[in-house]
């Protein structure tokens, strides 16, 4: 599957964006998805994942009860709602899928990829 986010910006501390990500291919709904992200000079960071019914969702703890991750399947797309942004935000967000089964939060687990779009939050 090849993925592909959409929605960055920039936003003040405390405002909200809403970040998509389109995939391409049929098999969409048999991958477990998530989002990363990773700021300059850090490693990329799991934020939240989704299972393939969209059930399963799951958060870093740095973002649960601001981020929401939801999807489609018919319209093969995932989005990530995000408010109550702060500066510790800012980075490059990138969306990714898997087909390996649980509850994954390493990079390592995912196989496809999206390019990132950048999300930068003034204080």
């Known amino acids: 599957v090849q993925l592909q986010a959409c929605g960055g910006g920039l936003v003040q501390a405390g405002g909200s964006l809403r970040l998509s990500c389109a995939a391409s291919?049929?098999?969409?709904?048999?991958?477990?998805a998530g989002w990363f992200r990773q700021a300059p000079g850090k490693e990329r960071e799991f934020v939240a994942r989704?299972?393939?019914?969209?059930?399963?969702?799951y958060y870093a703890d740095s973002v649960k009860d601001r981020f929401t991750i939801s999807r489609d399947n018919a319209k093969k797309m995932m989005s990530l709602q995000m408010n109550s942004l702060n500066p510790n935000d800012t980075a490059v967000y990138y969306c990714?899928?898997?087909?390996?089964?649980?509850?994954?939060?390493?990079?390592?687990?995912?196989?496809?990829w999206g390019p990132g779009t950048q999300i930068t939050v003034s204080s």
């Open positions: 291919g049929y098999t969409f709904r048999m991958y477990n």
């Open positions: 990714a899928a898997t087909t390996v089964v649980g509850i994954r939060t390493a990079a390592n687990d995912f196989t496809s």
């Open positions: 989704i299972g393939r019914t969209g059930g399963g969702t």
